[in-house]
């Protein structure tokens, strides 16, 4: 990986972790639950279409390459079914807004496609390093209901006003990181995309 990214990583990494944190303490105070995490955690989530930033797939690659390389495949296949329904650009900027990606979205979680670092014991492979996407969920239904083709008429989010705020200002940041580049991509497409030139 190139110094840049590398450096990129390094300071990416311990925001996510620092979000990790205050996630857990506010949690903790408002008595919250969330289905993900539990004992039997649920990975309802880890079939849709996560978009990231580089920050976010330089994390990945620099603390879990050998899993990407090995997992390359299941990438490939991926972008190759998300190029095949939109062949269109799909990245995200200030110019385009999420439009580009809100239909592709909705036909990849019908597709019930797993994320290509969900294990087949249903743990993330890659939890320590996994995107902001990932981490902002806090499910508190029965995580059954999150395995139903239309989740929005049973998946129940808790929303908290202070990781809210967080949430923004870790894109603004991570954002403002990458010099103009693409906003957000489709993780199958960006990871591929940085491992071309690691």
């Not at 205050?22 to 309802?44: F, H, R, Y």
């Not at 989530?45 to 390359?72: G, Y």
Request: charged share 20%; hydrophobic share 40%; proline share 7%.
């Amino acid at each position: 990986m190139n110094p840049k990214m590398k450096s990129l990583a390094k300071t990416s990494l311990p925001i996510l972790r620092d979000y990790d944190e205050l996630q857990a303490l506010q949690v903790a105070k408002e008595g919250i639950t969330p289905s993900c995490g539990s004992a039997t955690p649920c990975n309802g989530c880890c079939k849709m279409l996560i978009n990231i930033t580089l920050s976010e797939a330089a994390v990945i690659l620099l603390n879990a390459s050998s899993l990407v390389r090995v997992r390359r495949a299941r990438l490939e296949e991926q972008v190759h079914l998300i190029r095949a329904y939109s062949p269109k650009s799909l990245e995200i900027t200030k110019e385009s807004g999420t439009e580009p990606l809100i239909d592709l979205a909705n036909f990849y979680w019908q597709q019930q496609i797993p994320c290509a670092f969900l294990e087949d014991d249903g743990r993330c492979g890659i939890y320590e390093y996994r995107p902001q996407a990932c981490r902002e969920y806090l499910v508190i239904n029965d995580p059954a209901d999150c395995y139903n083709p239309d989740p929005v008429q049973t998946v129940q989010l808790v929303s908290i006003h202070a990781l809210e705020e967080m949430q923004q200002e870790i894109r603004k940041l991570f954002w403002a990181a990458e010099n103009g580049g693409p906003k957000l991509s489709p993780m199958p497409i960006m990871l591929l995309g940085l491992l071309r030139y690691a």
